[in-house]
């Protein structure tokens, strides 16, 4: 009796490892770049503190839809579309700091909810492939996105500043100052620590997020959509509504995710009109997954590691490069490598896992027929 | 016949012939028929559209293989890019010249194509049903992964790397003294604007054709039954696993000739980032044909590819001339990802 159970150890010491792989890979990477690049612990401390309370509220957005079975939304792009037009509209009011934030969660916010529910209805019509489908929704919205940021505003949609607009005359410029509110919510009630500037009140705004979360599972709407995560076919027995469910979820996850966009690029104090968007959900959904969530399983504390872990290589990676082989380009590109690299990686593991599970499934099936 | 008739034999056709692809057809139509009205040559833009057709037809034909073996749309289509661009940059390297060059950059990227391809055809093979997300992030990394190749593989042709750093590759490399245009020459016929080019289109059929042929073979009709139905396959004794991987080796194989013909056509390689966001393209132009997830043939792909690359070249043009704005580019966009989102969410492929 006791070789099975060593055996039995064996293979969940093996689980262990290969299902927390992509958080051990990276805290080997940060391990071993950190004495390399040779930055200072209060440089990596404040540069640390800084990315988390940028990127916290756009990452936890993503918790919502896992919850509901329907994977990693790739359509949070929507939400900072939506939260950047926000932006775009307040900075040519000229309404600055907090009330200018403020402003522009209001105005993304019904714009959120549209295409959330745009992209939550297409979704329903692509169950079982919702990841790719809202990967290219994203893409799709891009493109309406430009249509209407780059030709209908200043032309059919009033635009004042000067500014704001491209010399010929409609289309906003590529980069949209944002110095107005530059780190007005970050800086909102000062305080330092070991020499890191702490982002208090955003920090304090992400715990708050936190804790809705927490309350949100515990609400009707939450066990729902847990239910209708765990298996549709069941939850719709049980008289849930499973669509209007799934496209809540998208729902939610688009408005807090304009929320996030519209607190990161307080943070960074430029919006890049055409280019922002694209590249957020890519790298919210990498920290993520670094912090050890897989497709159909994410908690508050994978974003924190997550973000932790992915910055932190994200900090290094160019001096790392530079101070190897002379060449900081290297660095930039090993980050993007990685980045993608890690999706991929924890999309493969997921994949591999969801078979397995449905052969031993199927086998024990099998068995109870005979 | 009456209006009744009419309609019930319209309404099945419309419905075969799909909405999107309808509405795609009838506005490069209108783009043709207005075209003289906003001062542009229709010969010219007839011109272009088949000099880009021959251009990008042989990647658009690299989604055939994968599609029939049911691994659905190759979004990993960069991985084949990525062979070729090691053929071509390998070619130029070794000094090969002229037509020499173009016949050895596909025979040194093909070792690379079907080692990467078989790696990616087993990595398919583990994850069956969530193929296309991965085959999409597949395809991003080893760009990613391959950038930082770029700069470290010692090539040291003088018209590949930077001059002053004698090092790493540039980010786009003239083929004009190498293979630029062997084939777009060949028996290039000039009438007036109009301009085909025949060596490349030629090049395209023969590719078709081999296709087309593998397809009807024993083991090509086994690939097929594959897909369509893999219980069944395996019953009547096809090894399914070895079906796909031999599909994804054709698809990445085909893509990295695709490439290949796509630069001498275009005249330039693009390396680093270039290979990123050319699946797309290719993908949407496959759907445009009348292609699906699980169903693909030789004609969706010169039908999707000629109308995809007739609105891509008439809509910039023609909209220049009539409001003085190129918004192509988001046309492209919202064209092409659409046509993807169609497919996706089409029922009958839903409940596969």
């Known amino acids: 009796m006791t070789k099975p159970e060593i055996n039995m150890k064996n293979i969940s010491v093996k689980e262990l490892i290969i299902n927390n792989i992509v958080p051990i890979l990276f805290i080997c990477i940060c391990a071993v770049g950190i004495p390399l690049s040779g930055y200072s612990g209060s440089y990596l401390l404040n540069e640390i503190l800084s990315r988390l309370g940028r990127n916290s509220f756009l990452v936890l957005s993503l918790l919502i839809p896992v919850m509901a079975g329907m994977g990693l ?71 309406v996105y430009q249509l209407f940021v780059l030709y209908l505003m200043g032309s059919l949609i009033p635009i004042s500043s000067s500014e704001l607009i491209l010399p010929r005359g409609y289309g ?33 705004l992400v715990a708050i997020f936190c804790l809705i979360i927490i309350w949100f599972r515990r609400t009707k709407l939450g066990q729902d959509m847990r239910a209708v995560g765990q298996d549709m076919e069941v939850a719709r027995q049980a008289g849930i509504k499973v669509e209007r469910t799934r496209v809540l979820s998208i729902i939610l996850s688009t408005v807090f995710a304009g929320y996030g966009m519209i607190i990161y690029l307080q943070n960074i104090g430029t919006l890049n009109t055409y280019n922002s968007h694209s590249q957020i959900g890519m790298f919210s959904i ?11 399983k994410a908690n508050i504390r994978n974003v924190f590691i997550g973000i932790i872990l992915f910055h932190l290589m994200f900090t290094i990676a160019p001096t790392v490069g530079r101070n190897l082989i002379g060449e900081a380009q290297l660095g930039e590109y090993f980050r993007v490598f990685v980045s993608y690299g890690v999706i991929t990686l924890a999309l493969v593991l997921y994949e591999m896992r969801k078979r397995r599970a449905e052969r031993i499934a199927l086998e024990k099936g099998e068995e109870v027929a005979v | 016949m009456d209006l009744n008739t009419v309609k019930a034999k319209a309404v099945p056709m419309i419905k075969s012939f799909g909405l999107p692809r309808l ?45 029939h073996s049911g691994c659905g749309l190759n979004f990993g289509l960069p991985l084949g890019i990525i062979s070729g661009l090691l053929g071509a940059t390998m070619s130029i390297e070794f000094g090969y010249a002229g037509f020499t060059s173009f016949l050895m ?13 078989a790696g990616y055809g087993v990595l398919l093979n583990k994850v069956k049903g969530g193929e296309m997300m991965i085959a999409t992030y597949v395809g991003f990394s080893s760009v990613a992964f391959m950038c930082i190749m770029w700069l470290l593989l010692p090539y040291d042709s003088p018209t590949m790397v930077w001059g002053y750093a004698g090092t790493g590759l540039r980010t786009t490399i003239s083929v004009a003294d190498y293979y630029g245009g062997v084939l777009d020459n ?45 219980v069944f396959a395996t019953a009547s004794g096809v090894n399914v696993d070895r079906m796909r991987i031999l599909s994804v080796v054709l698809s990445t194989w085909l893509g990295a000739v695709g490439i290949i013909v796509y630069e001498q056509s275009f005249g330039f390689i693009q390396l680093y ?40 070249t008439m809509t910039p043009s023609v909209t220049n001339g009539l409001i003085q704005t190129d918004v192509s580019e988001v046309i492209r ?18 409940t596969r």
């Not at chain 1, 990498?286 to 159909?296: I, K, N, P, R």
């Open chain 2, 333 to 350: 966009i919202i064209v092409s990802n659409g046509m993807i989102l169609y497919a996706l969410t089409r029922k009958q492929e839903v």
């Open chain 2, 273 to 312: 980032m270039g290979p990123f966001n050319m699946a797309m393209p290719a993908v949407s132009a496959v759907l445009l044909g009348g292609a699906s997830v699980n169903k693909a043939s030789i004609a969706n792909v010169v039908i999707g590819t000629l109308l995809f690359q007739g609105i891509l």
């Open chain 2, 105 to 117: 950059a596909i025979v040194l990227a093909t070792p690379f194509a079907v080692i990467l391809g």
């Open chain 1, 172 to 204: 906003i410029r590529n980069t949209v100052n944002l110095e107005s509110m530059r780190k007005s919510l970050d800086n909102l009630i000062p305080f330092n620590i070991f020499g890191a500037s702490v982002p208090v009140a955003t920090l304090i």
């Open chain 2, 23 to 67: 509405i795609i057809t009838g506005f490069l139509l209108l783009m043709f028929v207005i075209a003289p009205f906003a001062g542009v040559n229709v010969a010219s833009g007839l011109s272009n559209m088949f000099t880009r057709f021959g251009m990008n037809a042989v990647l658009v034909l690299a989604m055939v293989p994968m599609v």
């Open chain 2, 186 to 230: 060949f028996l290039r016929i000039e009438i007036g604007h109009l301009v085909i080019p025949t060596g490349t289109i030629l090049f395209f059929a023969l590719l078709s054709l081999l296709v087309w042929l593998f397809l009807r073979t024993k083991t090509g009709t086994a690939m097929t039954a594959a897909g369509s139905n893999p």
């Open chain 1, 73 to 143: 939304n790739f359509g949070m792009t929507l939400g900072a579309m939506a939260g950047q037009i926000g932006l775009i509209f307040v900075s040519d009011w000229s309404v600055v700091g907090i009330p200018g934030m403020v402003l522009a969660a209001i105005i993304s916010t019904p714009i959120s909810i549209i295409l959330g529910y745009m992209c939550g209805t297409i979704l329903n019509h692509a169950k079982g492939r919702e990841m790719v489908t809202s990967y290219i929704i994203g893409f799709f919205m891009n493109g």
């Open chain 1, 286 to 296: 990498a920290a993520l997954l670094v912090g050890g969530a897989s497709v159909d």
